[in-house]
């Protein structure tokens, strides 16, 4: 069973553009929702991550979302780029549990 | 400063042969993790060390996969007799943190293929 769904599967966007990929988990014991972002040939390095304490985190032109009550997440990249183009996870993790992953977007940002 | 590094970065070996892959994590880092990552499929948890005590190790998908991380340091994850679905890539993270949640950095990974 998998714990944390992911979607789309891939994603193609306009330079310049809004890049959204979602995420939905079942746990309610999970509070640590990061991103990773892993580019052809090297390990998923670490984006961002938020807690369920609040609902949105921004870092510069990358957002998380956050619904407690649908258990859901979201990544938004704003004016996306060419060197965004990477496969992104989004994972979940309670206090005494590693990280679980998900399947894994693969994002490409067109001129 | 260094990053995690794991060697070596690619092994084929024949079925039924055991192999060893090691992962030496960053400087200090306390816990070390070990994943098994599909080709497009997200990472899938192992087993991980806190220091050299083994906390977890119910990723570890049978008997023939067992690791070690005797000094608290270097880490080995060896698979025995090895079959073609343990195909995939291994990767070792380490982490400053001894919470499992702590933020992993990840290696380059060994890609394993298994003939």
């Known amino acids: 069973q998998q714990q944390v769904k992911q979607s789309p599967q891939s994603l193609i966007v306009q330079k310049g553009g809004i890049s959204i990929i979602n995420c939905a988990y079942e746990?309610?014991?999970?509070?640590?929702f990061p991103w990773y972002q892993q580019f052809p040939g090297k390990g998923p390095a670490l984006l961002i991550a938020?807690?369920?304490?609040?609902s949105e985190k921004k870092e510069g032109r990358f957002t998380i979302s956050f619904n407690k009550s649908a258990k859901q997440f979201s990544l938004h990249i704003m004016d996306s780029q060419p060197g965004d183009s990477a496969t992104y996870f989004c994972a979940a993790s309670s206090g005494n549990t590693p990280l679980v992953f998900g399947k894994g977007t693969r994002l490409s940002v067109i001129a | 400063g260094a990053g995690v590094s794991q060697s070596p970065r690619y092994k084929v070996t024949k079925r039924g042969q055991d192999v060893a892959l090691r992962c030496d994590p960053i400087?200090?880092?306390?816990?070390l993790y070990w994943y098994r990552q599909a080709l497009g499929q997200g990472p899938e948890f192992l087993t991980y060390?806190?220091?050299?005590?083994?906390?977890?190790k119910s990723g570890l998908p049978n008997d023939r996969f067992s690791a070690e991380r005797p000094e608290g340091s270097i880490s080995t994850l060896t698979i025995q007799r090895t079959e073609q679905r343990d195909s995939a890539m291994y990767r070792c993270a380490s982490s400053p943190s001894s919470r499992p949640q702590g933020v992993p950095y990840f290696g380059p990974g060994t890609r394993l293929t298994v003939l």
């Open positions: 060390f806190n220091y050299e005590a083994q906390q977890d």
């Open positions: 400087s200090g880092h306390v816990s």
């Open positions: 938020i807690r369920p304490d609040v």
């Open positions: 746990n309610t014991a999970f509070d640590y």
